[in-house]
T-cell receptor, first 111, second 113 residues
Framework: QKEVEQDPGPLSVPEGAIVSLNCTYS??????FMWYRQYSRKGPELLMY????GNKEDGRFTAQVDKSSKYISLFIRDSQPSDSATYLC???????????FGTGTKLQVIP | DAMVIQNPRYQVTQFGKPVTLSCSQT?????MYWYQQKSSQAPKLLFH???????NEADTPDNFQSRRPNTSFCFLDIRSPGLGDAAMYLC????????????FGPGTRLTVL
């Protein structure tokens, strides 16, 4: 079993839809959680960072962490064609320099 | 703007011909990472430096080497590239102070002919 599981998609939604992207993990030692957006042939860009259970909102993006269920989500409201990208979840532990990535979910927002 | 810079963005080499990829950062971060990413896969960590301390992943082939001459620069050397080494190579940095996020450069796409 992989430490982090993420549905690779692809996920296609119409413009304006609410998108839900998810990751599950098996290692209860993970303490902080990130979402990266990666456009085709570009490096990952940090979108959201959180280290506690609950919700964190930034504009159209909401990151949700449920440590008891070992489940994290990224919600995108009013999705735009420019949101079309691969979304990677990543998780880490305090004082441990490495993070563990999910395989990424490819999202396409159709105009 | 503070950032992570990678050069070149695109590199073409021949089978077996050594190649060096470079990364520089203006973030003054302690930790620098090199990842390999193939199509539709997660980034795979090759190695990282915490300051000058080098940390190699157990499954990183000996064909891959790295140098960090100072805080700002880090290099990835591929001594004898094979066709299987064609990939995107990503450099990232992090502060190295606890609950660290990683900041990525734009990547170098390596083609091996």
């Amino acid at each position: 079993q992989k430490e982090v599981e993420q549905d690779p998609g692809p996920l296609s939604v119409p413009e304006g839809a609410i998108v839900s992207l998810n990751c599950t993990y098996s290692n209860s030692a993970f303490q902080y959680f990130m979402w990266y957006r990666q456009y085709s042939r570009k490096g990952p860009e940090l979108l959201m960072y959180t280290y506690s259970s609950g919700n964190k909102e930034d504009g159209r993006f909401t990151a949700q962490v449920d440590k008891s269920s070992k489940y994290i989500s990224l919600f995108i409201r009013d999705s735009q064609p420019s949101d079309s990208a691969t979304y990677l979840c990543a998780m880490g532990r305090r004082g441990y320099q490495k993070v563990t990535f999910g395989t990424g979910t490819k999202l396409q927002v159709i105009p | 703007d503070a950032m992570v810079i990678q050069n070149p963005r695109y590199q073409v080499t021949q089978f077996g011909k050594p190649v060096t990829l470079s990364c520089s950062q203006t973030l003054n971060h302690n930790v620098m990472y090199w990842y390999q990413q193939k199509s539709s896969q997660a980034p795979k960590l090759l190695f990282h430096y915490y300051d000058k301390d080098f940390n190699n992943e157990a499954d990183t082939p000996d064909n891959f080497q790295s140098r960090r001459p100072n805080t700002s620069f880090c290099f990835l050397d591929i001594r004898s590239p094979g066709l299987g080494d064609a990939a995107m190579y990503l450099c990232a940095t992090s502060p190295g102070q606890g609950l660290d996020t990683q900041y990525f450069g734009p990547g170098t796409r390596l083609t091996v002919l």
